[in-house]
């Protein structure tokens, strides 16, 4: 435990010992009392009466806290001391200003702060505004001296990553980490590389391990949560949203994954509905050979490529129909066969579109191509993506043959996820059936 308030009100720089001191406190139980602090000295900031020590201090704290826009606003008017200069940036960079972020970093070296530390962030900033080539030449300046260093394999990852090539990407990244086992963004990169692979143990490792140390990311929060809930850990996952909103009260996201999560917990489930699912499928993969069929009903069935009772209910009487040699009596002797088991020839026809591919006769090649694409062109949320490879969904055409309802009948799916879908889809021109 630390005297808070005593580290707060020095009046001397800002070090790197009293940073770490701030983030133990803020991981540990003293976070409330940081916050009670920090409302007492923005009082005193606001009446004007505090030196650029406090400044710094509190511009930190609230960094820490997740809180950057205060951040930003404490640790702009610090002009002279290049520990506080270097978390500015740190802070600018949270909030996507990647060119203010780079001229601070900047500043940071030029006011006494590691100047081979300063440079690689400051290539971080420079990459993430876009400019991978001057990134790299940074880099590549001060590799002789900070190779040995977690944070330049870390952005020689992110340049690999940017340039495509995510084998490569994920060994620099690994070697950051093994050089400092707690590199929040190494780990957050590692981990959704890992989600992105459908490896869900290894992703949650990562993410937990990234999420060990303030600041908290929020996209690590939130992508944690959507794979607890996907296990149906949902406390943790309920707990994971939470942490968002005491960052942001306002995170439309997590808001309404909590909801979906309280909604989840409400759902009541039917034992009694999930043996009679069981043995449906059970009944559906029994093929039909193990059935009394007519020779000529049994060839036609062959040579149809129908082999299990399921199949028969993902076809209509029609395509039976059209099958060399299938005729009136072949069909009867079908139908009494799926009746004696309460079933009917396509009883699952809407099932069709989850397993082929999209083919509308009244389209362009164009639109026809379009359909066909990979469901991964939609750039889905970890949840969303999820449910596609749970309901078998592969082509932007199979989900564009599913109702809302269809969607939201499977496990996990719930309207955040419906909304995102629309509004994918609308970018395209494209909506869901019925919609």
């Not at 070090?15 to 701030?22: G, K, M, P, Y």
């Not at 880099?139 to 190779?147: E, F, H």
């Not at 009260?249 to 909801?259: C, F, G, I, N």
């Not at 509308?360 to 999820?386: H, Y």
Request: glycine share 6%; proline share 2%.
């Amino acid at each position: 435990m630390i005297d808070v308030s005593e580290l707060l009100n020095l009046t001397s720089p800002l070090t790197l010992d009293q940073v770490e001191s701030l983030r133990s406190a803020v991981a540990g139980q003293q976070a409330g009392e940081i916050r009670q602090c920090l409302n007492e000295l923005q009082k005193k900031v606001a009446a004007g009466d505090a030196p650029e020590a406090t400044l710094a201090r509190v511009g930190v704290a609230c960094y820490l806290l997740s809180r950057h826009s205060e951040a930003d606003a404490m640790m702009s008017q610090v002009t002279g001391d290049g520990v506080a200069i270097y978390f500015h940036a740190q802070v600018l960079t949270s909030l996507g200003r990647h060119a203010d972020a780079a001229s601070r970093f900047e500043d940071a070296g030029k006011a006494g702060f590691d100047q081979i530390e300063a440079t690689l962030r400051q290539a971080g900033s420079v990459r993430a505004g876009g400019d991978v080539d001057a990134a790299e030449q940074m880099l590549r300046s001060v590799a002789a001296s900070a190779a040995s260093r977690a944070e330049y394999s870390f952005q020689m990852g992110c340049i690999w990553a940017d340039r495509g090539d995510a084998l490569t990407a994920v060994e620099y990244f690994e070697r950051a980490v093994d050089m400092d086992p707690h590199h929040s963004r190494a780990l957050f990169w590692l981990a959704a590389e890992n989600s992105l692979r459908g490896n869900d143990e290894e992703s949650i490792r990562y993410y937990e391990r990234s999420l060990s140390r303030p600041p908290y990311y929020v996209g690590a929060l939130l992508n944690l949560g959507l794979l607890y809930e996907d296990r149906e850990s949902y406390k943790a996952a309920a707990f994971c949203f939470r942490r968002v909103m005491e960052f942001d009260p306002t995170h439309a996201q997590a808001e309404l994954y909590l909801k979906d999560i309280e909604a989840t917990q409400d759902m009541y489930y039917d034992e009694d509905q999930a043996r009679q699912e069981a043995r449906m499928k059970q009944l559906l993969g029994r093929p039909v050979t193990d059935f009394e069929l007519s020779v000529r009903s049994r060839n036609c069935l062959t040579a149809m490529d129908i082999n299990t009772l399921g199949d028969l209910t993902e076809i209509s009487e029609q395509e039976l129909l059209a099958g060399k040699n299938f005729g009136e009596t072949s069909l009867h002797e079908i139908r009494e066969l799926l009746a004696a088991h309460g079933l009917r020839i396509g009883l699952n026809l809407h099932k069709v579109h989850a397993r082929d591919s999209f083919v509308d006769q009244n389209l362009s090649p164009e639109e026809q191509a379009s359909l066909n694409r990979p469901i991964g062109d939609l750039s889905l949320s970890v949840r969303s993506r999820k449910c596609m490879n749970r309901l078998a969904i592969q082509t932007i055409g199979q989900l564009t043959s599913r109702t809302a309802d269809e969607l939201l009948a499977s496990r996990n799916f719930g309207v955040t996820s419906l909304n995102e879908i629309r509004q994918k889809l609308t970018e395209m021109g494209l909506k869901l059936r019925n919609d």
